[in-house]
């Protein structure tokens, strides 16, 4: 099937339970932005809020294995899952890393969750642009808990709180310097974070301190620190109970329906084709641009100035 052959029917056959056309839908918004428009007016109607949770940490920290936990807690519990493995994008192919997603797939039934394994693609926030439409998708196909697995990478991470209600930081003792992880900007917007590997030395003393740094409430939450031993499902009966709880503090602060709204939907699908529209291609060949060229290669203007000027020109919104 052609990637731009009959949305239509692959819409239906996806809220019909299909999920080769969910999939197929998937790529559609990844590769054909142009399409998003007529794929999202008949899917959004459809879309049933679902509970949304990012998780994040280094390499290393256990977060497959702590997916596979909250994934199968999430199963055991009647709830049909989906789950999105942000991967890191290769700089050769534009390929992304399919290993966690080839291992967890084995373990559930495919009625119950649907894994997809997502590039990064050029997101220094550990997002892939779609991201935020596959969810929209994944509701609508029925899911009502949604994980979402990114990159990765330290400090950077933070376009995952656009997509996800609460945000999970794992951590472990070799993480580092308590001072280092404290001063880790993606740390100021957990939710809730997880020692992880609570059973090697060094992750009492991290948890202590990440505790002692969280005395004061976050816009009326307490941060919980929970230690986890992952790989022995210890510890994540604890985060699905903090979860529980962070769900009930965002329904009573207004913050869940703030999130849900068509409005908060709307600012992201402005920010989405602003991003795909002014790609390198664009820039580099539209005429507004390119009448800066000759200025900036001679000296006359810096690059930062023409593109103020350059961007205010295109968005109409140059002062006079």
């Given at each position: ?83 999105l ?34 590039a ?8 892939a ?97 929970i ?26 602060d ?9 409005d ?57």
């Amino acid at each position: 099937m052609a990637l731009t052959q009959d949305t239509g029917t692959l819409i239906n056959n996806m809220l019909n339970g299909d999920v080769r056309s969910l999939s197929r839908l998937m790529t559609l918004v990844e590769r054909e932005p142009d399409l998003v428009p007529r794929i999202m007016k008949d899917v959004y109607p459809h879309r049933r809020p679902a509970r949304r949770v990012g998780l994040s940490g280094p390499p290393g920290a256990g977060k497959s294995t702590t997916l596979g936990n909250l994934i199968k807690r999430g199963v055991e519990a009647g709830r049909k899952v989906g789950v999105l493995c942000i991967d890191p994008t290769s700089p050769l192919t534009g390929g992304a890393i399919l290993g966690d997603r080839i291992r967890i797939t084995e373990m559930f039934p495919a009625d119950k969750v649907f894994i997809r394994s997502v590039a990064s693609g050029d997101s220094l926030g550990g997002l892939a642009a779609a991201t935020k439409l596959h969810a929209l998708l994944l509701e609508a196909a029925g899911c009502d808990l949604v994980l979402i697995e990114t990159v990765g990478l330290g400090q950077v991470g933070y376009d995952i709180t656009d997509v996800a209600e609460t945000f999970i930081l794992l951590v472990v003792p070799e993480s580092g310097d308590t001072v280092q992880i404290l001063k880790s900007g993606i740390i100021e917007l957990a939710d809730i974070v997880v020692v992880n590997k609570a059973d090697r030395d060094g992750a009492g003393e991290i948890a202590e301190t990440l505790r002692l740094s969280f005395m004061e409430p976050r816009h009326g939450w307490s941060i919980p620190v929970i230690m986890s031993v992952a790989r022995e499902d210890k510890g994540t009966d604890e985060i699905m109970d903090a979860l529980k709880r962070h769900l009930f503090y965002l329904r009573e602060d207004g913050r869940l329906a703030s999130f849900r709204s068509p409005d908060h939907d709307f600012i992201n699908a402005v920010s989405f084709f602003i991003k795909r529209t002014l790609n390198r291609e664009f820039l580099a060949t539209h005429p507004v641009f390119k009448s800066f060229h000759e200025k900036i290669m001679c000296g006359d203007m810096d690059p930062y100035s023409a593109a103020a000027i350059a961007m205010n020109t295109i968005l109409g919104q140059e002062k006079q």
